[in-house]
């Protein structure tokens, strides 16, 4: 019984392609035991996402890597409290290295419609 999954991507992956890399989560999040985002780490250019098992309420239904590039950080909350009630959890964010031009970061939030579900009611 594996207790937790580790997802490599590198970051010219989701810059190039942040759809596959959110595709990628999700399927591995579904397949077989059920699974969600637990963590995110970076270091340079690679990003390892770490899945943790849960029930199968808690599987994501949509993992979204978010351009917050041209996001100032004095706006970021502002832009978390909009995710959040809409029902996404942040897990976090990822930024390019310094030789990369432009400057490029992502978020990575996920959402289970049965935790936002339960999440309004008891609001």
Do not use: N
Request: glycine letters at 2%.
């Amino acid at each position: 019984m594996e207790s937790d999954r580790y997802l490599f991507i590198h970051l010219d992956d989701l810059i190039v392609q942040p759809e596959d890399s959110s595709a990628m989560i999700l399927h591995a999040c579904k397949r077989g035991t059920p699974f969600r985002v637990q963590a995110l780490c970076q270091f340079d250019e690679e990003l390892l996402v770490t899945l943790t098992q849960c029930s199968p309420d808690e599987v994501p239904d949509d993992v979204r890597w978010l351009d917050v590039s041209e996001v100032s950080f004095r706006d970021l909350d502002a832009l978390l409290q909009e995710r959040w009630k809409a029902g996404y959890e942040p897990v976090g964010t990822v930024t390019s290295t310094r030789d990369y031009d432009p400057l490029k970061r992502f978020l990575l939030v996920q959402r289970a419609e049965a935790l936002t579900a339960h999440k309004h009611k008891k609001s």
